[in-house]
């Protein structure tokens, strides 16, 4: 690999021209899977994981298939990584076995360690404070159905977790208004709210953090909501449902949205907690939209990172 490797581990060092550009491309390989069959032939990806998932493991192994490359599911437990092997080891070796690295951590240290000592492209595919891949696929959800994230309002309500600071980042870098909602207390990170506000600045985009449902779900054309306890954080599960439950998306929250506005989960879902199952089974549910786009806009991320433009 070159010394010009490019990762994606906060979207914050990105241009918005670049996640423009693939958001374009994950638009042609959708239309057009057949194009890219031998995209990444011969390439392969080494997905680790230190928590569960469903989308982001089979969405991945899929699409390194489906572009002619090999992902390799990686459970950290397994790994010597697991046994105290160090992080800048872990992504020296494998940097001299396979053509990129996707992680899915708990710090996001671990995987800007990993980017860091990696002589090869990595991939966040989640850490405690980003979910970079999930807002390509929500923001792709969003041009697909809308034409445009420019000016685009999405109102997130809920934790201000790794989702909502992802929403944030690609959000204000593609020039959208990006609402987040959240208890007292559970504001997104100060640190990625002024990254966004920075971004904004440069795209038309806009940045509101507010506790009032009211307030950031009137007129939006998408509302979101996600988990309100994230991985490692069931230990206040109990606590945060007392907390969360008058942020609930119900149909009395979506209906003060815009009339045409979908409703948007990175899943997996809690129907009943941080949703109503209404809400989510209903005609305006763009989540399995949402979901599959995970495929085409990682696909194209792969290609930009891994393929010989990359
Ligand atoms: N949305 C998402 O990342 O799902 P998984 O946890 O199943 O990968
Ligand atoms: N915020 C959630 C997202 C899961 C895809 C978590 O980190 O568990």
């Given at each position: ?21 693939v958001l ?8 057009r ?5 031998t ?36 459970s ?5 990584l ?20 996707m992680a ?9 360690d ?21 807002a ?6 969003v ?15 809920g ?77 206040e ?33 809690h ?5 109503e ?9 763009a989540v ?10 990682q ?12």
């Amino acid at each position: 690999m070159t010394a010009t490797k490019r990762d994606y581990v906060n979207e914050n060092d990105w241009a918005p021209e670049e996640i423009e550009k693939v958001l374009d491309l994950a638009a042609r390989v959708k239309a057009r899977p057949d194009g890219w069959k031998t995209a990444l032939s011969g390439r392969s990806l080494a997905m680790i994981f230190e928590k569960s998932s469903t989308r982001t493991r089979v969405s991945f192994e899929a699409g390194m298939f489906q572009l002619g490359g090999f992902g390799m599911f990686l459970s950290s437990r397994d790994l010597q990584l697991g046994r105290g092997e160090p992080i800048s080891d872990t992504a020296r070796v494998l940097s001299r076995y396979v053509d990129g690295i996707m992680a899915r951590t708990f710090a996001h240290a671990t995987v800007e360690d990993l980017a860091k000592y990696a002589s090869i492209p990595v991939i966040n595919g989640l850490s405690d404070l980003l979910h970079p891949c999930q807002a390509l696929a929500d923001f792709l959800t969003v041009r697909e159905r809308f034409g445009t994230a420019r000016g685009f309002a999405l109102c997130y309500v809920g934790d201000g977790n790794n989702v909502a600071h992802s929403l944030l980042l690609t959000g204000a870098k593609l020039g959208a208004r990006v609402t987040i909602v959240t208890p007292p207390g559970y504001a997104p990170d100060p640190r990625v709210v002024d990254w966004a506000r920075a971004a904004a600045a440069g795209t038309g985009g806009a940045i509101t953090i507010t506790t009032s449902v009211e307030e950031g779900v009137a007129g939006a054309h998408a509302v979101y909501t996600d988990v309100w306890a994230s991985m490692g954080q069931e230990g206040e599960a109990a606590e945060r449902a007392k907390t969360f439950e008058p942020y609930r998306v119900t149909r009395r929250v979506f209906g003060m949205a815009a009339s045409d506005a979908i409703f948007l989960h990175c899943l997996p879902a809690h129907r009943g907690e941080e949703v109503e199952a209404e809400v989510i089974d209903s005609p305006g549910s763009a989540v399995f939209d949402q979901a599959e786009n995970r495929l085409h806009a990682q696909k194209a991320l792969l290609v930009t990172l891994l393929g010989d433009a990359g």
